[in-house]
């Protein structure tokens, strides 16, 4: 470890020097660093601003003796108070219950989820033909899509959907081809065959 590497670890140690809870060989280093470096101090000088801002405000102090003051006025609250801790439950229990119940009628409206590789069922092909599933960025329509395939059979099945997911056909003696042609476009983030 060199000089600066030491200055560094040193400075490290600052905000427990300013808290009072360094052992007294790295107070001493700490006081050593402090007596030569202008950094030091500098940071030193903000830590303390910092300390003070806190203690200072009311809102952040945390007065313990208050803390279990309110507890202990709570614990003690007569047996009458009981009847508005239960309102409260009930307001809570009908609150997650009805976030529950829009939770999953929003979700019955939104329909079956689908990842890319594993998606809904797709009309029936030949079976000398592969699918291909492509998400294509905005800019690219189904024409723009059969000329970045390249192959005069191949046609658009699927898509593209309002997310850019589409699904092509191709004769499966091409489809490694315009797989490897598809996967260099930039403009196609997910190229893959769809599994059958």
Known sequence: MNAFDDRQAIRELLPWYENGTLPEREREAVRA???TDLEANRQRREL?????AIVDDTT??????????????????????KPNRLRWFACAAALLL?????TFFAGL???????LSTPAATPLVPADFELIRVDVARNVDATL???LAGDPQARVLLGPSEHGVATLVVPRDHAAV??????????LRFVAPVPR
């Open 109 to 115: 409206r939104v329909g079956t989820y689908h990842t």
């Open 33 to 35: 660093l402090l007596a």
């Open 98 to 102: 009805a976030l529950g119940g829009s």
């Open 145 to 147: 899509l059969l000329s």
């Open 178 to 187: 315009v797989m490897a042609r598809l996967n260099r476009d930039p403009r």
């Open 48 to 52: 303390r601003a910092l300390r003070e």
């Open 60 to 81: 952040l102090a945390t007065d313990m003796a208050v803390n279990l003051r309110a507890l202990q006025t709570r614990l003690d609250a007569p047996v009458g108070a």
